[in-house]
């Protein structure tokens, strides 16, 4: 198994078409349906970057901002954006396009772990991730304080533990805006 791996190595893009079976009775996209699809692609991207066999830890927040019509395509983009010890954050963008209108808008986007596991679904241990673009960096810091509040969230940590999280409340204490 390699030691590192970059955050392109496990880049995925899916589409969809959104058909009869997929939609609410105002025929767009139902919001699990698409959940279905952001877990799916996001599994495949932390498998690529773990060689594992990985399952869903947790979904973040998920705010969908504009929801897809029936036979708009549903694109999928998700790359891991932090590997930790087990578990790797996932960061997925969605948009929806009616071709024939060329009109082409982001739905949402969400962060979801995934956690690598053995035969016998026990944690096992992933490569760490090197991202090289800008946006991949940025993407990348954040992590650590992402996880710490959804483990928080998840009831798996105490807020004292929550080391990353402290500065920023020292930077609010100290007048931050
Ligand atoms: C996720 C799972 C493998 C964690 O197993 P565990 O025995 O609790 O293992 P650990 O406490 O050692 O945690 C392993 C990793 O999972 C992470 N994790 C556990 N719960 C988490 C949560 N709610 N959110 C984010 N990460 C989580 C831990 O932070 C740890 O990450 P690290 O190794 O990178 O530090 C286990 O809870 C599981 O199998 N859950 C069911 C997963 C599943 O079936 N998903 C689909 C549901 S339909």
């Known amino acids: 198994m390699k030691l590192e791996k970059k955050a392109k190595e496990s880049f995925v893009t899916s589409a969809e078409m959104v058909l009869p079976n997929d939609t609410n009775p105002l025929n767009n996209l139902m919001g ?9 692609v996001a599994a495949i991207s932390a498998q ?3 060689n594992r066999i990985v399952v869903t830890a947790s979904v973040d927040n998920v705010s969908f901002k504009h929801s897809p019509a029936l036979g708009d395509t549903v694109t999928l ?4 954006t932090r590997a930790f010890n087990s578990s790797m954050e996932v960061f997925i963008r969605v948009w929806s396009e009616n071709i024939p209108n060329g009109t082409k808008v982001e739905t949402n986007n969400a962060f979801f772990t995934f956690v690598a596991v053995d035969q016998s679904g ?3 241990t ?5 991202p090289e673009t800008k946006e991949e960096k940025r993407l990348y810091e954040g992590a650590l304080q992402r996880r710490e509040v ?4 998840a009831g798996r ?3 004292k533990d ?13 007048g931050a805006e």
């Open 126 to 130: 992933v490569p760490k991730l090197i």
């Open 32 to 40: 699990g349906r698409l959940l279905h699809l952001m877990d799916v």
């Open 162 to 174: 929550a080391t990353s999280l402290h500065s920023i409340f020292e930077d609010y204490k100290n």
């Open 150 to 153: 959804r483990l928080m969230m």
């Open 157 to 159: 940590i105490k807020a």
């Open 77 to 80: 983009e998700a790359h891991v």
């Open 48 to 50: 690529k970057h773990s």
């Open 122 to 124: 026990r944690p096992i």
